[in-house]
């Protein structure tokens, strides 16, 4: 992964937390980064009003200038379940025969098994811009695509 893809993979899950924040979006269906370009994919049942998309952006921004750590612990997955419970979690499954987890934290924000590189802090993202957003209705899923500057 390059430093770009790092800086891009870990506002993913700034925007991740904007997202709960905002919408109350819980679950993530897919990720997708390349280059300084992300789309995270979140099942949700409506497409957001344009104030709520404004909203989400500010936040992310918001969270990445407060320069939060980014806190990155292998744990063991029962270790790490009964602190976070199935927030770690994404829709797409991790096999039961792993049992060691690698968990992103961002206090009061995001926590999530992940086992990619990420920025020792959220001002290292640098600045996001939401591109796009689409719903998928009849999936239930919301698309929202950013760069990162």
Not at 40 to 55: G, I, N
Request: glycine share 4%.
């Amino acid at each position: 992964m390059t430093t770009i893809e790092i800086r891009t993979h870990t506002a993913l899950h700034v925007l991740k937390g904007a997202a709960v924040k905002v919408l109350g979006a819980r679950w993530t269906a897919g990720v997708h980064v390349k280059g300084n370009h992300g789309r995270l994919t979140l099942q949700y049942h409506r497409k957001p009003t344009p104030e709520e998309v404004t909203q989400i952006e500010e936040l992310a921004n918001s969270k990445i200038r407060e320069d939060a750590p980014v806190e990155v612990t292998d744990m063991d997955r029962t270790e790490a379940e009964e602190l976070w419970g199935d927030a770690i979690y994404d829709l797409f499954a991790i096999p039961s025969a792993i049992t060691r987890l690698s968990i992103l934290h961002i206090p009061d924000w995001n926590v999530n098994a992940c086992n990619k590189q990420h920025t020792s802090t959220t001002a290292q993202i640098g600045r996001l811009t939401l591109t796009k957003t689409r719903h998928r209705a009849t999936k239930k899923l919301l698309e929202i695509s950013y760069d990162i500057q």
